[in-house]
Antibody, heavy 115, light 112 residues
Framework: EVQLVESGGALVQPGESLRLSCAAS????????MSWGRQVPGKGLEWVAN????????YYLDSVKGRFTISRDNNRHLLFLQMNNLRPEDTAIYYC????????WGQGTLVSVSS | DVVMTQSPLYLPVTLGQPASISCRSS???????????LNWFHQRPGQSPRRLIY???YRDSGVPDRFSGSGSGTDFTLRISGVEAEDVGVYYC?????????FGPGTRVDIK
């Protein structure tokens, strides 16, 4: 069974940094593109970033380019999202998902950016 | 960016009756490999989204066959042949062809 478990969400102040992790199990992690998406509580879904199987290619939402970095550790079956210079508009539940087209999702981790 | 629109945004349905949700993209979604990466997701209150349909019409594993997807070009449809109580929630379409990938605004389905 595919399992994705996010962690690292917290309440931070604008300009601060946070690193989200996603622990994957139940599938051959290194053979899949992985993704991050987010959702403001009570609102719609937004794609944030994708990373290729071997980490050699990645894509970002324009509003996070230069601030967020997606990475992965295939040996430890971990996906990461390093988030720097956080803004209040980054406040959301962040989901880890398998594949570019989100075929399995984690339960999400809440990031709140507020002074 | 590709803009995804959905209609209706709110859909009250009677148990056992069919339901249909429309999704339109601002440009065609055929990728270079010939596939159209149009997905449908369902999110129940308090839960993570779940993918139901990928590449327009392929059902994900475990998805009941009352769900079906169709369409081409820029117009796509999700149909539920007979709505059950567990089908309430919000349905989103998403295009995974052109970066940045984009979601529709969501259609809330409730039981009348």
């Amino acid at each position: 069974e595919v399992q994705l478990v996010e962690s690292g969400g917290a309440l931070v102040q604008p300009g601060e940094s946070l690193r989200l992790s996603c622990a994957a199990s139940g599938f051959n992690f290194g053979k899949y593109w992985m993704s991050w998406g987010r959702q403001v509580p009570g609102k719609g879904l937004e794609w944030v970033a994708n990373i290729k199987e071997d980490g050699s290619d990645y894509y970002y939402l324009d509003s996070v380019k230069g601030r967020f970095t997606i990475s992965r550790d295939n040996n430890r079956h971990l996906l990461f999202l390093q988030m720097n210079n956080l803004r209040p508009e980054d406040t959301a539940i962040y989901y880890c998902a398998r594949r570019k087209n989100f075929d399995s999702w984690g339960q999400g981790t809440l990031v709140s950016v507020s002074s | 960016d590709v803009v995804m629109t959905q209609s209706p945004l709110y859909l009250p349905v009677t148990l056992g009756q069919p339901a249909s949700i429309s999704c339109r993209s601002s440009q065609g979604l055929v990728y270079g490999d010939g596939n159209t990466y149009l997905n449908w997701f369902h999110q129940r209150p308090g839960q993570s989204p779940r993918r139901l349909i990928y590449k327009i019409s392929y059902r994900d594993s475990g998805v009941p066959d009352r769900f079906s997807g169709s369409g081409s070009g820029t117009d796509f449809t999700l149909r539920i042949s007979g709505v059950e109580a567990e089908d309430v929630g919000v349905y989103y379409c998403m295009q995974g062809t052109h970066w940045p990938f984009t979601f529709g605004p969501g259609t809330r389905v409730d039981i009348k």
